[in-house]
C-alpha cells in the first residue's frame, strides 16, 4: 500500500531533481505536504553565491526573484507532468514566492483531486 509519506518523498525527491536538472541548482532540503487538494513545498538553500550578492541591494533582489520566477514559470509543463506522474492527478494552478533573505522557494500547486483522501497516512503497528 502506498503512503502519503511515501508519495511525499517520492515527490521532494523529483522536485530537487527537477531544481538541479532545470534550474541549475540544487536545495540544500526540501519538504513536500500534501493537504486536501494541495501540494505544499518548501525549499531551502537554492540560491548561488553569485545571487546572494546580487541580492544584498534592493535593485538585485528584484532581479533575482524576477529570473528565478521566469526560470520556474518556463518550467510549468514539466512539473505538471512530475505532479501527473506521481500523485496521478493534474494540476489546476501553481503559485510560487521565493525569499532572497532566506534562499527559500514555496511552491503551492493546486491539483483536482483530495490527495488525502487518495493517499492515506500509514496506520502505526501496536
Known amino acids: 500500500m502506498t503512503t502519503r509519506g511515501m508519495v511525499e518523498a517520492e515527490f521532494t525527491k523529483a522536485i530537487i531533481q527537477f531544481e538541479r536538472e532545470y534550474l541549475g541548482r540544487g536545495p540544500l532540503d526540501a519538504r513536500t505536504t500534501f493537504l486536501k ?7 531551502k538553500g537554492l540560491m548561488t553565491p553569485a545571487e546572494q550578492k546580487l541580492a544584498a541591494s534592493g535593485e538585485g533582489r528584484d532581479l533575482v526573484k524576477e529570473m528565478r520566477r521566469q526560470l520556474f514559470e518556463t518550467s510549468r509543463l514539466i512539473l505538471e507532468g512530475i505532479v501527473e506522474e506521481i500523485t496521478g492527478s493534474q494540476v489546476i494552478s501553481l503559485h510560487t514566492d521565493m525569499s532572497t533573505k532566506t534562499g527559500e522557494r514555496v511552491v503551492v500547486l493546486v491539483v483536482v483531486e483530495d490527495l488525502e483522501k487518495k493517499f492515506p497516512v500509514a496506520k502505526s503497528k501496536g
Open 37 to 43: 487538494d494541495a501540494i505544499f513545498v518548501r525549499i
